[in-house]
């Protein structure tokens, strides 16, 4: 079973937004190397895992397949943010168009030679289960052979690709915004290379100078130099609420990277960020409430709950 | 950001491995109407959503969402019992063939006749992310318009849908594994559809006599029938670890289903049921460990972590 | 513009239902030389159809396009006779199964082992748009380059290859309802490769021995034989209401086929034959009104519609 | 069965050619909530309709199915159009560029930085049946359940949602062209819309403020404004040839839609536009006649026919 | 550039046709592990190469790549051969069924229960390029990142992934035709990933006790052991016409394998075995040659060629 | 079995990188009328062929088929050519951004706005298995009905279309690079056709005025003239090692394009042009050795083969 906090694992830093950098990040959402691939691949990895002695590398699984849906969660409100208003702020910055269509206004125009027109034409300027080439993610990128060597090599090869293809689109965009979700998520494919890196190492592989894949190149994106120097890839969290993940066993010891190394260590889970919930956006429709249905809404959410209806845990 | 718990959200029966039972319910893990498509879409829809003022509506949309990653992680668990060992059981029962290819054996060779051919030679004997019919789950599936009244209307559909097609594999087959965790979907989806029906309830609609769809018929099905006197459907889970969400606010009062009703009430989270990690398959090289590799596993499972690598929260 | 008769473009012959012909009739409905694609490439023809002095070659298109939609119909209609009732007569024909789960039973058990297993839990004992091995029907699939030549001569070899498919269906089943039809779509499909070979023959190519593909065969298909004799083959249909087709400029004269020949002629349609309405099938839900939702659809049923509201042509 | 009128539903306004306008309209034609997928879904429910005593149903399904085509017919044709001669208009306004290849010059070159490149190198500056990011139309589009209610609440979502995606189109095109044919199909949608809303107030939905989806706006969008105040969207067609059809008694009374209202009434099929025939594209290859073949097409084009080959109807 | 020799790489063993053995084997031919696959990613990986100093590694992949072609060839004749006549030899074996339909006979009923009805509906007994589940074989299975050690422990990954499909298919089928590919396959496979492993162990890789994955288990599959005893998996083929292949030097010294080892060498190429041309199938309409066409055929097989039509090398 | 030269079927002409020329070609590559396209179909052609007699049709076949690997290896590194170095061409001429990310740099950022992101995203800049709308190759594609006059019709259709859709590919761009690779393959097209339409002609069909198509036009594109004038639309290459091809006897006599004429001739195969090996791009991380890597690599480039290790040809 899984549970929600409403903390984002890592900050949505501001900056302008910028719908051809949201239609890049796609790759790292909904791409054959993303973060829904990698989310599913672990989950069914660790659903149709065999052999109770090996439970630490289960719970190695299980433990990086939970937090992949946080990293989806992270990256999909990045694009959300990249995308919204991306009309208003491009056309007419010092006149914003709110209501769709007066006066033969195109607020929309953008859509047509900017990233994915799906964005504004299928979703109201949010993030997608695409791809950057605008394919569909599909359940055939899923690898599980249920051979456990087979199953962590793809693995480490899978956060290695993630984080080569993080790398390449962090060089093709100078926003904030997107810059510091992909510092972030680098740093963490890093730390799950490393933990597929150990685990191998565990059954024997010595991987000699051949890690990381690509070389982690600190000095050359100021963000991720910054998370190294934190250790940020030396930590795996077990997102295990009852504590019950046997993850720590495999990640240990000196961290198999030749450049620079560093004791690895595991923890429950990272403090996180506070989350917000979009604006409105009367030309998307979205939500496209009008004065009647916005009273009724507003009744709801002024509603207090009797002692009956709270959540148990309350 | 998400947790996890090692507690399935339903027990899975024991009975007899079915691998067309299990091909059936495929079609409710990773079909069009199926468990990987309602989470997906909720979570896109909660990361999208629009209208500070309407979180309670956002906050139930997370709520289902983190759920339905449970849903997946019982149903698959429930494929993957359902194929696992059925070479073995069906072909040669008292005499099992463990080793492959001895003597010309052929343990897979049901394989070739029963259910998917991938169960047993892409996956080994494990759930996998199609349909019934073998088509992998697409992204093209999500339904997120931004819209609220719309995105609501079709998450109603989609869970009488993925209710409607649950009852028809319940009539496909006795097996009580399937069975069980069919009852226990085909219930939560008609909380699921109550919760969305209430929601549309406080924007204004009167559902008249046509919900639920279809109709509940629990004298039909006696493993509905008695989680339906249990009141399952007219419990709201929000898993929310903090405790934020707000979405009993929308989901109370009285039940919108025309028969029977009942008295709606929101709890965190039920207590769940253990799980287990399936045996080995050595016919599927699974995880197909030899002596050497299997000595080094359990070295790992044996260690004991020393106070610095335990996990922060312990 | 486009309208409908309630007629069937030929008659649906009864016999036992047949899941497994039906899912091979699947190929002549959404296979990539079936009747979905001949329709919706033809129409796709006409739309973007290119130089007002070859009219002709744009009707001949936009009237098979037309026919090509009654074939739609017929084939689908087919599909879901064969379906419908199916478990019922074959798992228990003594003692009707009509209430779901009574008694623990699986009315719909035989889903599981014949045919597409979406046939029944997808839809209800009906048609769908895919092929006999399951693959939905692609866009992709559309031909229409725009070169008058190239899209004729693709035109031939789709005709062709989609008659070569139904002989082998035909080879396939002796269900009397899966042959009728598909004598009747085999003939039609020679009508249609007659008028397409008749158009590249005005535009200067001598077919030789080398049509029909495959050769007809009469004698050997009993069913066929009789359409033949009749001259079915020789027949274009214009299916143009308003009379402004002028593709009687190219079917007409002798017929290419090296075999048999005869003199070709244009109709504007045939006369058809009636067209009924399935029954309901409670344990597929369809259309699944209890005593209350049918009683409200019996009043909409049994309403007088006043002058008003009649059709304006009436 | 079905006939064909060579007339268009609505008018082609002229204006210059836009293809990233064109590309946008590919949605509505070929996308997931677009005209292609309307047509076939109502096509199969109509085929697959279960229960007799539910008739006027079905008929309402087959209309609207079959208005559809004409739908497709009307957005097809304006793509067409907007594509058309794009290259030479944006290219060298003062100087065609007639014969390809001349000295050099690349008269398809915008095909490489405009809409669509399939536009121009897969068809010949024609519609396409796929969406506007480019993916084929796939019969997994196509919903139907064979329940009754289920299948009528997704179609009005799936008008809804067609409607929605309509208008944001609108927001991002000024074009004449594009904008005449939006506003049209949105009126046609509102209609659509209405009357699945009317079926389903007929089995006990009150719908309260909620509908239209999105709420109409006429104000805002001019061309839509002048069409609802003519009642387009009060009128339903039954494009019944022999007038069987009983869709009025669903579809008649006052309007569901909160905002406006109105009477309903059905009538056979609109007068109706003329059809042309787009011009040759000799960059294009399309039809690419030379002048040998040219004549031969205009010796077919030139022919009387003889009285025994004319049409039986005339 | 490349060349073909008229010879296969390894025997067609014969044995009795079967139809779902051939099926399974479309996993190795079609399939996301299988040689279609492994041929694209080896091309691509060669035209894309980067870095004229790692020529070695480039030439190892163009020489594999050219082998898979071969394999291609291989596999596909064999599933040919599987389903070439079953329906004759399953359905009425003392009395064959050479022509289609007489007497209502349905000689390609088989096809309706066994494996992918494609194979007879769609192509005429032959290989398809599709998956076992009918999946096509697609573009994006094709891996190339351009980072020299990715695309090396990817293909490792690969080709082991295809010997562990390999042998959970020599599991399910008995057949002599089926076995003896399948083992060639297998230890060829063992060849490649020895080849990738010595790459890797060039760049600084020890790979302990992993390799090979799965275990060879060589006891066990009588056919594959014959073969491992020849040593045919620690031959590497260039198939380099010129000999300009530089791969020996990275495929040289001791087998990285734990278990069994050897010496590594390099060849040319095997010398192969004959080819043959597959028998006519009637009632599939293959080659569907009347006696008018096949007169034709004859004449053009019987003509002797001028000295100047000759190809050049004679 | 299939043997590589280490020389390309035609000469890469040197130009400025050109990503969106490049990413138009992908359609001669990837596309459903591309030379994968060809490559696949007449492969599978091949070895499900049917009747020794008709053995020059299947030499035939065999031998375009392996022309077209040549062909896919030539456009593919075209591709490679154009999109190679773009980044670094286009945004800083006169300082190269060699080193990724130095100063906040983003030297991948054309990849946003120009061609297929995916060649710079998931490609290290080199070509891709897809289609120029970012489509990847399908195998569903593979045109093979066993019916030898469908199979051929069907195979000059695809040659036509393929060079339809290049000379549409030639009137987008003016770089030489794409245009001299275009140039060739439209003319090699070409003779191809003209291989089809002899080997229909062999069975009796007249091929009047209508081949070329589209009509060769050779005035208007001067590559493609002055390869015309060479003669390379009309020789056959059979591209048979051990020259047991028959084809010869089919490609024999005079062209059967209406213009033009000339006699066709059969050859082994052509001389070549090197091929070259692209240089590193950095900021791809490709190859991405470091320097301790790139020290091993040079060590295994420098190996002296003994004599043992030795292709056995040599």
Not at 48 to 76: C, M, W
Not at 93 to 118: Q, Y
Not at 224 to 249: I, N
């Amino acid at each position: 079973m899984y549970l929600h906090v409403q903390r984002l694992i890592n900050e949505i830093v501001p900056d302008e937004p910028d719908p051809a950098a949201a239609n890049a990040l796609q790759e790292g959402l909904g791409g054959q190397f993303g973060e829904m691939r990698t989310m599913m691949q672990y989950l069914f990895q660790s659903m149709n895992f065999r052999g109770a002695t090996a439970k630490p590398y289960r719970d190695l699984l299980q433990g990086i397949g939970t937090e992949e849906i946080s990293h989806v969660e992270l990256i999909g409100t990045t694009i959300a943010r990249l995308t919204d208003g991306s009309p208003r702020y491009k056309g007419s910055a010092t006149k914003p168009v709110d209501e769709p269509g007066k006066g033969g206004a195109t607020p929309l125009a953008d859509a047509l030679s900017m990233g994915n027109i799906h964005h504004y034409l299928v979703g109201a300027q949010g993030a997608l289960p695409v791809d950057s080439a605008g394919n569909p993610w599909s359940g055939s990128y899923v690898y599980n052979s249920g051979n456990l060597v087979l199953d962590l090599l793809y693995n480490l090869m899978l956060e290695s690709t993630g984080r080569l293809q993080k790398c390449r689109i962090y060089e093709m965009t100078a926003n904030k915004t997107a810059r510091a979700t992909l510092a972030y998520l680098i740093v963490r494919d890093q730390a799950h290379e490393n933990a597929y890196a150990k685990a191998l190492e565990s059954l024997g592989i010595d991987w000699g100078r051949t890690l990381p894949i690509p070389k982690t190149d600190a000095e050359r994106f100021p963000e991720v130099k910054t998370l190294l120097e934190q250790g940020l890839h030396l930590t795996q969290y077990t997102f295990s609420l009852d504590d019950l993940s046997e993850a720590g066993k495999i990640f240990r010891g000196e961290a198999p990277a030749a450049v620079g190394g560093g004791t690895l260590r595991t923890e429950q889970m990272p403090k996180g960020f506070p989350m917000d919930i979009a604006v409105e956006r009367p030309e998307e429709f979205a939500p496209g409430l009008d004065a009647g249905l916005l009273e009724l809404v507003q009744q709801t959410a002024e509603l207090e709950l009797a002692d009956a209806d709270r959540p148990a845990g309350s």
